[in-house]
């Protein structure tokens, strides 16, 4: 088996697990628009998974066996593609079956598509940067942007119980737009958000054999 997929796997199953227990109850289960926050909190369960997965790990070692370094790349992509893939088919599958309660509408779906979509992109993102500056130096920025992000979740969820017009999310213009066609958009949003995580996942290549040639 795979040394990184053996070891990596782990943190990344882990949150994903972690995530569903602690707030997917809220999701399948509570009438308040929990579709409009709880989604917010996927990137940084998604970025967390990236940070512990990297902590001492032994690239070096990898060098000692047949490891090419677009393999490593590339399982460690694939790693976070897939976690990203089963962080969206849980909650829309709720979000699907809960429709005809009302809880959810077509452009929630849209809108856990962009979430999650977003998610995949930083996780990317902060992949390359631990590559490009060092896990130590990436660690203080990766925890403020989760902080900034689970504030923002806190204040919008108290906002939305407490007042009347307070905006949601998901029924802005270009979501409400995109919610009145999903059948077109969610597949279109999926597909822009893969190109753009290949593109990085090639950028990473390049990033990976750099770090390491500075070694």
């Known amino acids: 088996m795979d040394p990184i997929l053996r070891r990596s796997s782990f943190y990344y199953m882990t949150t994903f697990v972690i995530f ?7 999701l399948g289960r509570d009438p308040w628009p929990a579709f409009e926050a709880i ?7 998604l970025m967390s998974a990236v940070l512990f997965s990297e902590a001492g790990e032994s690239y070096a070692f990898l060098r000692t066996l047949p490891v090419r370094d677009g393999r490593i790349v590339g399982t460690k992509f694939a790693l ?5 893939t089963l962080y969206w088919i849980g909650m829309m599958t709720i979000a699907l ?12 779906l849209v809108y856990v598509t ?14 390359l940067a631990i590559w490009s500056f060092g896990r ?6 990766a ?16 906002s939305l119980r407490r007042t009347p017009d307070w905006p949601v999310f998901a029924h802005t213009w270009p979501i409400d737009w995109m ?9 279109a949003l999926t597909a822009l958000a893969a190109i753009a995580a290949v593109w990085l996942m090639r950028v990473g290549v390049r990033v990976k054999e750099h770090s390491e040639a500075a070694l």
């Not at 569903?20 to 809220?26: A, D, K, Q, S, Y």
């Not at 079956?97 to 929630?108: A, I, N």
Request: aromatic content about 4%.
């Open 20 to 26: 569903n227990g602690i707030l997917g109850r809220f």
């Open 39 to 45: 989604p917010l909190l996927m990137p940084v369960y």
């Open 80 to 84: 976070i593609g897939l976690s990203t």
């Open 97 to 108: 079956g809960r429709m005809d309660e009302g809880v959810s509408s077509p452009s929630t």
């Open 114 to 127: 962009i979430v999650c979509a977003g998610g995949l992109l930083l996780a990317s993102g902060l992949q």
């Open 136 to 141: 130590a130096k990436v660690v203080g920025p």
């Open 143 to 158: 925890v403020v942007i989760g902080g900034l992000n689970l504030v923002l979740v806190i204040v919008h969820t108290a």
């Open 179 to 187: 919610g009145r066609m999903p059948w077109l958009s969610v597949p």
